[in-house]
C-alpha cells in the first residue's frame, strides 16, 4: 500500500520568500507529525495532529511556522519569511493512532535550502 | 523531561561481525521504544517498535532489547552486512506524552 508521501522532494527559496510543504499521510492514519532534521542534528518535534482535537503546537520555533491538517489527512506546513536557519529536511510521519503500540511511518522528507 | 542518548555514535565493523547498538533513557515511565534506520537523504524506516510490557523483539536479523528500570534498550544485528550501514536511531515515547523523543543516532557502516 502506499507509505506516507512529501512534497516537494527539493525546495530552494531566497531568504524572506513563504514556502509550503505538503505531507500525505497513510490512509486512516489519524495522528501526524512534523519533525525538522538539520545537519548533524537529531530529529526536532515540530507539530503533532491528532484526529480533529487542537494540534500540539509547542515545537514550531517561532510564530513564522503554521501548519493546517485539512478534513484529517493532508497537512501542509507553511514557513513566511524564510531565514537560511530554516534550512534544514522536513520530514513527516503518521501512526494509526498516537497512544500505545502505533508505529510511526515517515515520509522520505523535503529538503529546504534557503539561500 | 525526556532524554534519549545513543552510543557510540559512529561505528565501523568488518562485514560479518555481530554488533550492538545502545539507547538510553532518562525516564523509565515509557509507552514504548521503536528503533529506525535512516539511509542518507531518507526518511526513516520503522525496524522495530517495543512495547513497556514486552522484554524484546525480534526480526530477521535484527533483535531489539528493553529494560525499563535500567533506562536501556539495544539493537543486536546479527552477520552484519554492507547494506546495514545506515543510521539507526531509537524513539521512546513517555507516558503521559504523544511526542516520542529521538536520539541522535548511530552511524554505522560495514566495509566488506
Known amino acids: 500500500g502506499a507509505g506516507v508521501s512529501q512534497s516537494p522532494s527539493n525546495k530552494v527559496t531566497e531568504k524572506g520568500k513563504d514556502v509550503e510543504l505538503r505531507c500525505d499521510p497513510i490512509s486512516g492514519h489519524t495522528a501526524l507529525y512534523w519533525y525538522r532534521q538539520s545537519l548533524g542534528q537529531g530529529l526536532e518535534f515540530l507539530i503533532y495532529?491528532?484526529?480533529?482535537?487542537?494540534?500540539?503546537k509547542s515545537g514550531l520555533p517561532s510564530d513564522r511556522f503554521s501548519a493546517e491538517r485539512t478534513g484529517g489527512s493532508v497537512s501542509t506546513l507553511t514557513i513566511q519569511r524564510t531565514q537560511q536557519e530554516d534550512s534544514a529536511v522536513y520530514l513527516c510521519?503518521?501512526?494509526?493512532?498516537?497512544?500505545?503500540?502505533?508505529?510511526?511511518?515517515f515520509g522520505p522528507g523535503t529538503r529546504l535550502t534557503v539561500l | 523531561k525526556q532524554e534519549v542518548t545513543q552510543i557510540p555514535a559512529a561505528l565501523s565493523v568488518p562485514e560479518g561481525e555481530n554488533l550492538v547498538l545502545n539507547c538510553s533513557f532518562t525516564?523509565?515511565?515509557?509507552?514504548?521504544l521503536q528503533w529506525f534506520r535512516q539511509d542518507p537523504g531518507k526518511g526513516l524506516t520503522s525496524l522495530l517498535l517495543i512495547q513497556s510490557s514486552q522484554r524484546e523483539q525480534t526480526s530477521g536479523r535484527l533483535n531489539a532489547s528493553l529494560d525499563k528500570s535500567s533506562g536501556r534498550s539495544t539493537l543486536y544485528i546479527a552477520a552484519s552486512q554492507p547494506g546495514d550501514s545506515a543510521t539507526y536511531l531509537c524513539a521512546v515515547k513517555s507516558g503521559g506524552s504523544y511526542i516520542p523523543t529521538f536520539g541522535r543516532g548511530t552511524s554505522l557502516i560495514v566495509h566488506p
Open positions: 495532529f491528532q484526529g480533529n482535537s487542537a494540534p500540539d
Open positions: 510521519a503518521s501512526s494509526l493512532t498516537s497512544g500505545g503500540p502505533d508505529t510511526q511511518y
Open positions: 525516564d523509565s515511565a515509557i509507552y514504548n
